[in-house]
């Protein structure tokens, strides 16, 4: 079993930055594929960004440029660094792990281990 805690959230205003930790217990993710997603109230959750276990990142055209996914493998923790934040960026923020890969994920449906999330308002 894998244990995601995420931390980093909170509230700042329209264009500063955040950086999120996942940190993850019980195996080494080092090959994992991890990703982030967000969910809005009243909306679905969302993908925002996922990184394979040989480092290859993706993310959706509404975060590119802006987040940035990274991993310390020692620490057995992934990051996400997100820059000039928008209100319409706030949400829960949940990390989640996928069986180790070579490819990058998506959809909610191919994670296994879900973190608890962590809130992020982007006040405008």
């Known amino acids: 079993q894998v244990q995601l805690v995420e931390s980093g959230g909170g509230l700042v205003q329209a264009g500063d930055s955040l950086r999120l930790s996942c940190a993850a217990s019980g195996r080494t993710v080092s090959r994992y594929t991890m990703g982030w997603f967000r969910q809005a109230p009243g909306k679905e959750r969302e993908f925002v960004g996922t990184?394979?276990?040989?480092?290859?990142?993706y993310y959706p055209d509404s975060v590119k440029g802006r987040f940035t996914i990274s991993r310390d493998n020692a620490k057995n923790t992934v990051f996400l660094q997100m820059d000039r934040l928008k209100p319409e960026d706030t949400a829960v923020y949940y990390c989640?792990?996928?069986?180790?890969?070579?490819?990058?994920?998506?959809?909610?449906?191919?994670?296994?281990?879900w973190g608890q999330g962590t809130q992020v308002t982007v006040s405008s």
């Open positions: 990184i394979s276990g040989i480092g290859l990142t």
């Open positions: 989640a792990a996928a069986d180790p890969s070579f490819s990058y994920r998506t959809r909610t449906s191919e994670y296994n281990y």
